[in-house]
């Protein structure tokens, strides 16, 4: 049987493993992370799997189907999370995924398909300040000079692998082949309020938005806040000010279109000194690129004159970028169908948040799974699912699973 109450307590297991006391943050090649993941490759083996720690640090299971060798149907979502997180966003995925596996075990049963779940070492990004790490590795679109970012203690990602006994020359091996993955389905939270609105234990996913991440860098002159005058003042931080002001404005003129300054640092970061320099970031998301694309370069342009009217320096770099990834129409159909032989209404929804999903649309058909939240509040400690949602989506994983029908693809 599925167990969704081994789903809640395993949810819950997982997030002991935190860095934070009272509350959970677990960031990519921790101590944190080593233990969770290594709980997570125990439920694997418990559940049939053959599941072991790859190169890039994610834990990495396969169930063989009728015969060893045949390409999977991959499942999966991610193990780290963001600071002071919830217990769901990533690891209800790759839990779910197990007990799907498990399910099949115990009757024995295999499919005409391997399964392999992948619970991603890295999606959130929070430690080198670059996403979907795991993800991207398996899907061969792992860029080797990210191996050089820097954690804020100033430890490259290169060595915090090797730490973990990890080798970094063994990244490029974990790519995987077009063919060798038919489909790549990840269950996860909605982290959003659309499913509880209406009612719905589960939705659909279309699309998954597209992402901007940009750090843009002021420099004007620090001086004394008692003796410059205010129109002397080349004042980084008001005008940062001005900035985030404008970031939000001209997300404000679409609707579907979100603008976030998350952080900022201001230096040197003292009550009596005039702020000489900031940095900070600004994320950009929409369900279009061409929308997302103009939104940026207004926001470049915006904070490029608003720093040269205040003869401030301004530098911006962009993090990174990811179109829009469109799920498969093909996989959207079957899902819908698990949904309705579950005996829920049918709702189709596009994420406004990232997913390993976007690197995996690189190899293989995508498609994903909404779990509705509480008050759709996820990033947060916040964050709750009941027994009963997670009891509806992995049911219809698993029904989804039962009649995948990749091979005619
Ligand atoms: C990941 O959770 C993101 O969408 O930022
Ligand atoms: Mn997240
Ligand atoms: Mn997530």
Not at 99 to 109: A, G, I, Q, T, Y
Not at 328 to 354: H, I, T
Not at 372 to 393: M, N, W, Y
Request: proline share 5%; hydrophobic share 40%.
């Amino acid at each position: 049987m599925l167990d969704p109450g081994r789903i809640m307590e395993r949810c819950e297991a997982l997030a002991r493993h935190s860095e934070l006391p009272g509350g959970l943050t677990r960031v990519f090649l921790s101590p944190e992370q080593r233990a969770a993941t290594d709980k997570v490759l125990a439920w694997m083996r418990e559940a049939g799997m053959q599941a072991k720690l790859d190169a890039m640090g994610n834990a990495a299971g396969r169930y063989e189907g009728n015969r060893p060798g045949l390409p999977c149907l991959m499942l999966g979502s991610h193990l780290d999370t963001v600071r002071d997180a919830g217990k769901y966003d990533g690891m209800l995925g790759v839990i779910s995924a197990i007990e799907c596996v498990s399910f099949l075990h115990s009757k024995n049963k295999r499919l005409p398909f391997a399964i392999e779940v992948i619970g991603f070492g890295d999606e959130e990004g929070v430690r080198f300040g670059t996403t979907l790490l795991g993800s991207r590795a398996v899907a061969g679109i792992f860029d080797g000079q990210v191996l050089k970012a820097k954690d804020p203690q100033g430890k490259t990602m290169a060595d915090a692998l090797r730490e973990f006994g990890l080798e970094p020359d063994g990244i490029p091996r974990l790519a995987r082949k077009k063919g060798e993955v038919l489909a790549y389905a990840e269950l996860h939270i909605e982290q959003g309020p659309v499913l509880e609105t209406e009612g719905l234990p589960v939705g659909v996913v279309t699309a998954i938005n597209g992402f901007s991440r940009l750090r843009v860098t002021l420099r004007g002159a620090a001086g004394h806040a008692g003796t410059v005058p205010m129109k002397l003042r080349r004042d980084a931080l008001a005008a940062t000010a001005e900035c985030v002001l404008t970031v939000e404005r001209i997300a404000r003129g679409h609707p579907e279109l979100v603008g976030t300054v998350g952080r900022l640092e201001a230096k040197p970061g003292a009550i009596n000194v005039i702020p000489g320099e900031v940095m900070f970031t600004v994320d950009v998301r929409a369900p279009q690129d061409a929308l997302r694309n103009d939104a940026v370069s207004k926001m470049t342009s915006e904070i490029r004159r608003i720093a040269q009217d205040r003869q401030l320096d301004c530098n911006t770099e962009t993090l990174q970028e990811f179109g829009v990834t469109a799920c498969a129409p093909r996989l959207m159909e079957q899902m819908d169908r698990a949904v309705a032989s579950e005996g829920f209404k049918v709702r189709r929804l596009p994420s406004g948040a990232g997913h390993d999903g976007m690197a995996l649309g690189a190899i293989a058909d995508i498609c994903m799974l909404f779990v509705r939240c509480k008050g759709g509040i996820s990033h947060s400690p916040l964050e709750s699912i009941t027994q009963d949602d997670a009891a509806a989506g992995v049911r219809v994983l698993m029904s989804f699973i039962e009649r995948f029908d990749g091979l005619s693809a």
